[in-house]
Nanobody, 120 residues
Framework: QVQLVESGGGLVQPGGSLTLSCTAS????????MGWYRRALGKEREMVAG???????KYTDFVQGRFTISRDNAKNTFYLQMNNLKPEDTALYYC??????????????WGQGTQVTVSS
């Protein structure tokens, strides 16, 4: 199995920045597909950003130009750099990854979530 552990959430003022991290542990060969999602209070979970192993990224419209997804293969970790945060970015942020395991199988896992609150 794979465990994803997130960190980096917190309280920030509008216009501020935060970086979320998601570290995968287990018998992992590589991270194939990585993504960040969020769920605001009373709303459905939505995708924020995605990254696949060839470096292709995808962002939802409301974060385009403000958020950046990246990775550190050596650490089995990927990140979400969030700039110019807005109150409407307040949500519980989750990471998700499809991993290639050492035995050749694939496994998909979710992190536990980290709260981001944007407020003055």
């Amino acid at each position: 199995q794979v465990q994803l552990v997130e960190s980096g959430g917190g309280l920030v003022q509008p216009g501020g920045s935060l970086t979320l991290s998601c570290t995968a542990s287990g018998s992992i060969a590589s991270l194939n597909v990585m993504g960040w999602y969020r769920r605001a209070l009373g709303k459905e979970r939505e995708m924020v950003a995605g990254l696949i192993s060839d470096g292709t990224t995808k962002y939802t419209d409301f974060v385009q130009g403000r958020f950046t997804i990246s990775r550190d293969n050596a650490k089995n970790t990927f990140y979400l750099q969030m700039n110019n945060l807005k109150p409407e970015d307040t949500a519980l942020y989750y990471c998700n990854a499809e991993t290639l395991m050492l035995d050749g199988s694939t496994y998909r896992a979710w992190g536990q979530g980290t709260q981001v609150t944007v407020s003055s």
